[in-house]
């Protein structure tokens, strides 16, 4: 009877404890307004290529003069690193203009789509499914 009692309360606390990671994680769409696209320009303040999501931090100059910091939110490292997208062409200091879906809820976040660095190249990331596709192909990954 105990061990049955045991069981139990072990089996439910672990659909407890990981319960909270599975509601963790969300999705682009979820959040992001894919319909819609905002440039954003400013100075890269940060750059944080990492996992589960990477993130840039622009500073961005409002008319009035004053400064807000807008965040990119971006693909994870591995899948990035894939799909070879050469992010660190994106640097600290540098003046850039990113193309972003922007957040649902919130009026300085968005998620990347393109990037024009201050030389005029345009960074992009051409996703999973042309990363896929490429693949299956045998071919170079072009967007």
């Not at 965040?71 to 070879?84: H, M, P």
């Not at 660190?88 to 193309?99: E, L, M, Q």
Request: with cysteine; charged share 20%; aromatic share 6%.
């Amino acid at each position: 009877m105990h061990r049955k009692l045991a069981t139990a309360a072990l089996i439910a606390a672990t659909l407890f404890l990981s319960g909270g990671v599975g509601l963790a994680h969300h999705s682009v769409a979820a959040n992001f307004d894919g319909s819609k696209a905002l440039d954003v320009t400013g100075k890269v303040k940060e750059v944080a290529i990492r996992n589960p999501h990477s993130q840039i931090t622009l500073e961005v100059t409002k008319p009035d003069g004053s400064v807000s910091e807008f965040f990119v939110e971006w693909s994870d490292k591995n899948a990035l690193l894939r799909r070879t997208v050469p992010v660190s062409k994106i640097r600290v200091g540098d003046k850039v203009t990113i193309n972003v879906s922007p957040s649902k809820r919130l009026p300085n976040l968005g998620y990347f789509r393109t990037a024009t660095l201050p030389d005029g190249t345009v960074l992009k990331d051409c996703g999973f499914v042309a990363f896929r596709e490429s693949v299956a192909k045998g071919t170079k990954i072009t967007c």
